[in-house]
């Protein structure tokens, strides 16, 4: 009885593990320091976007915008900075541009309640083509070194942005599962109707989640923008659906009411390592899709059956 | 297994019954909805189903329906064995249910409708005008709903035009079985009648028919027999020629329990809640007051008791509700404001309305209090598993863990962990939907005593139940509504009993 119990319980971090095993195997230089650390920073910017998302999941709802919102955001954030604007002062613009458009987003989706999907279905349009219209397509680039070092620079033998994701990750965790807060983010996804009758005054907590996602958002950006050296119009596409898959993975319910922050990281990094150790394996970025796609699916399905066994 | 024994035995069979249900039980996680029942109807006979509410008649309904497939026990139509797995069998098996909500696809037009839903099963891409038997139809429209159009939609149509259209659409079937589910709450007298003379006529054509209805007078004036569920069980099945309506009303309730001395209590004249003139769904006008320390129980036709607490507890609308609570006027827009009042709530559907399925016991136990149990602004897991413990102590909750979610307890336990909710933050007035439905009789006795300790700590208590002994053994006063004013009946005098019975019965008089 217990093995199992513990089987399923860690079964995403095994799987995690075994799977960097099979990879380091077929090819070592997988498991080097070197690459590791490559991993933890290609993971970074979705998994902020995913704790983000997960707090948005844990709602009932969802967030089709982040994506375009990096996009948005970061083109805001290469205009302000080659306008010569303070590295701090720009970034703040920006996360505050990130919350107003979740805010948007949260708005809509509770005072006229227009389901999620639709509304941020529509943002994520209307963002991205803001982002076009900013520059007419075109990139932004020549920042200062000092700007560079966000996405560039390694604290503690860590790239900043993981370092900064997992700290993020961290705060997180802690707010869901520690505080008032987070408790009633669970209990409005689990069951509204009864969050409302018994006082809660839900579309507060609502909206503040799209909000939190929007802004998350625009903190990826500024690590995106600060690691690539450009404000990219097309940057974070499909980005959404990366951070959706990190929360599913890590057990979050479309339905509302579960998810972990644990889980979420965990996910993000599955599909961190299945990205570049398929790149080391030398499989072609085409079938790379094609497989995580199908892992996504499997996950999930695995985890409904656990779901539906245990009950 | 003899065959000439056997096409003997359905020879005689099938020329007497439309139905035969045997031993048929369903049992649903916390309750058993029926237990064991037997009902049978012969062609061409129209039965009254009557039970107080919860007795198990629309759990029967639906099975019949084809929407509850897990029950056991036999069912045979017109002597053929049958298993109702779906509405598409039970439909095609020549069950025809009038239910209580009418269902239609509301974006189609009546003629649509009786077409698609209407007796005969279309073919899929047969063109609609040639499945259509205009003339039928046309003739059951003029003759139920004249002066509507077939091309109406029917989300148009009004409540009343509904019911109409789901009699025509009866009208169109050639069923073996007919089930009404409260037929005539929403028609006029003269529409009633114009029912019982289609419903006569389905019957002198063989059909069996099942009338279930609060109307006692409609089931006298309809029926050749009665039969009564109490509690999931048939309590009686009586020929209407040689029952009288007192002799049904007494088989439905039951005899009354043994009267355990119902604890006084020093309730003062001071009003912890008065009510003026407010207006429910069904309830146009009701005022009424509540005294602080008391228990007042309020009752009524289907969900009318339950539609006043909900009002007051701001569930219904926007509309605020003006109220006196210890005489200061207030206004409930939304239960935030009824909290703040000083109102705890119970609602009657736990699980829906009441219970929070991803989080721990722990936590559904302490959702209310959550702000007394902070250090350094994060939740206090030690000081919060001690407040609930003492809950769980207090109240008997059994349960695998604090930490299991509350799907994992039955429905008493449910029950209880709601009442805990409350218990842990209290409350001044305790609007209570049916507290102890679904409960067995232990559990129902645990709720009481905590009730009454309520009562003795000064909170008051406004209940809703369809139960009248319940009522009688919790509440100092009980309230039965009915849209045309409200009787009031003190639990202590020795009537209180029959009065309350017969008060309830009056509510299903459309006079």
């Not at chain 1, 909000?211 to 990826?220: D, R, Y």
């Not at chain 2, 089931?219 to 009564?228: A, Q, T």
């Not at chain 2, 208590?461 to 003190?490: A, F, W, Y």
Request: net charge positive; hydrophobic share 45%; glycine share 10%.
């Amino acid at each position: 009885m217990k093995v199992p119990h513990f089987l399923a319980r860690y079964a995403l971090l095994i799987s995690l593990v075994v799977l960097c095993m099979v990879i380091g195997f077929l090819n070592p230089v997988f498991l080097s320091l070197d690459n590791l650390t490559n991993i933890l920073l290609q993971s970074a910017v979705n998994l902020i976007i995913a704790l983000g998302m997960t707090f948005v999941i844990i709602v009932g709802g969802i967030d089709l915008s982040v994506g375009s919102l990096v996009a948005l955001t970061g083109m805001a954030l290469g205009l302000l900075l080659v306008h010569g604007v303070a590295v701090p002062v720009a970034i703040l613009g920006v996360v505050l541009l990130g919350a107003l458009c979740g805010g948007i987003n949260g708005i809509v989706i509770t005072r006229w309640r227009v389901p999620a999907f639709i509304v941020t279905l529509g943002t994520m349009s209307a963002a991205r083509g803001v982002a076009l219209m900013l520059t007419s397509g075109r990139s932004v680039s020549g920042f200062s070194s000092g700007f560079l070092w966000l996405g560039n620079g390694v604290v503690a033998g860590i790239p900043f942005p993981a370092f900064v994701a997992l700290l993020l990750a961290a705060l997180c965790a802690l707010s869901l599962r520690g505080t008032i807060w987070g408790t009633y983010l669970y209990a409005i996804g689990g069951n509204s109707k009864a969050a409302w009758i018994f006082g809660l005054r839900v579309p507060r907590y609502v909206w503040g989640v799209y909000i939190l996602s929007g802004t998350f958002s625009a903190l990826a950006a500024v690590f995106l923008t600060s690691r690539i050296a450009a404000a990219l119009p097309t940057a974070g596409t499909l980005y959404e659906l990366d951070a959706i898959a990190a929360a599913v993975i890590g057990g979050a319910s479309l339905s509302g009411g579960s998810g972990t922050v644990y889980g979420s990281v965990l996910g993000a990094l599955l599909i961190g390592v299945l990205r570049n150790g398929l790149s080391i394996l030398n499989v072609s970025s085409y079938v790379q899709q094609v497989l995580i796609g199908g892992i996504i699916i499997v996950a999930v399905a695995v985890e409904m059956t656990r779901h539906r066994s245990s009950e | 297994m003899d065959p000439k024994h056997r096409a003997r035995g359905a020879a005689i069979d099938s020329s007497e019954l439309a139905l035969r249900m045997c031993e048929i039980t369903k049992d649903y996680p916390a309750v058993h909805a029926l237990k064991r029942v037997d009902i049978q109807v012969s062609k061409g006979e129209i039965v009254g189903l009557v039970g107080a509410n919860g007795a198990g008649k629309s759990t029967l309904v639906k099975i019949l329906g084809g929407q509850l497939k897990n029950y056991s026990g036999t069912i045979a139509i017109n002597n053929v064995p049958v298993k109702l797995s779906s509405p598409t069998v039970s439909r095609e098996c020549g069950i025809a249910v009038l239910p209580q909500e009418p269902q239609f696809a509301w974006n189609l037009s009546i003629r649509d409708n009786l077409l698609l839903f209407g007796g005969v099963r279309p073919t899929l891409w047969a063109p609609l005008s040639g499945t259509w038997n205009h003339k039928r139809a046309e003739t059951v429209l003029v003759q139920y709903i004249s002066g509507l159009s077939p091309d109406t939609t029917v989300g148009s149509l009004t409540r009343r035009q509904l019911q109409l259209l789901q009699i025509a659409r009866l009208a169109l079937c050639d069923s073996a079985l007919l089930v009404l589910d409260e037929p005539t709450t929403t028609l006029t007298q003269s529409e009633s009648q114009q029912l019982f003379s289609f419903v006569r006529e389905k019957a002198s054509q063989g059909c069996g028919v099942i009338v279930i209805s609060h109307n006692i007078d409609d089931v006298f004036s309809l029926c050749d027999r009665i039969i009564v569920l109490r509690d999931g069980s048939r309590a009686a099945d009586l020929s209407r020629n040689e029952t009288t309506r007192d002799a049904v009303l007494a088989a439905m309730f039951g005899p009354a329990p043994k009267k355990d001395i119902a604890e006084q209590f020093a309730t003062t004249e001071d009003a912890a809640l008065e009510v003026r003139k407010i207006r429910t769904q069904s309830i146009p006008n009701l005022s009424f007051t509540l005294r602080q320390g008391e228990a007042l129980g309020l009752t009524g036709r289907n969900s009318d008791a339950t539609d006043v607490i909900r009002t007051l507890y701001g569930l219904n609308g926007d509309s605020t509700t003006d109220i006196i609570m210890f005489g200061q006027h207030r206004g409930v827009r939304n239960p935030p404001d009824a909290q703040h009042f000083g109102f705890g709530y119970i609602p009657e559907d736990r699980m829906r309305d009441g219970l929070f399925p991803t989080l721990s016991i722990l936590l559904n136990i302490t959702f209310l209090v959550l702000g007394r149990y902070l250090r350094h602004g994060a939740l206090s897991w030690g000081a919060l598993r001690k407040a609930a413990g003492h809950i769980v102590t207090e109240l008997r909750i059994t349960l695998p863990s604090l930490e299991a979610t509350i799907g994992t307890l039955s429905g008493g336990n449910q029950q209880r962990v709601l009442l805990g909710r409350w218990l842990c933050r209290g409350a001044r007035i305790y609007l209570l939907e049916e507290p102890t439905a679904g409960m067995d009789v232990a559990a129902k006795e645990e709720v009481t005593v905590i009730m009454r300790r309520l009562r003795k700590e000064g909170a008051s208590l406004l209940m809703s139940s369809n139960d009248p002994d319940e009522l009688l053994r919790m509440c100092g006063r009980i309230l039965v509504l009915s849209p045309h004013g409200c009787t009031e009946i003190l639990a202590d005098q020795s009537a209180a009993r029959v009065d309350l019975i017969s008060a309830l019965a009056d509510t299903g008089n459309t006079q």
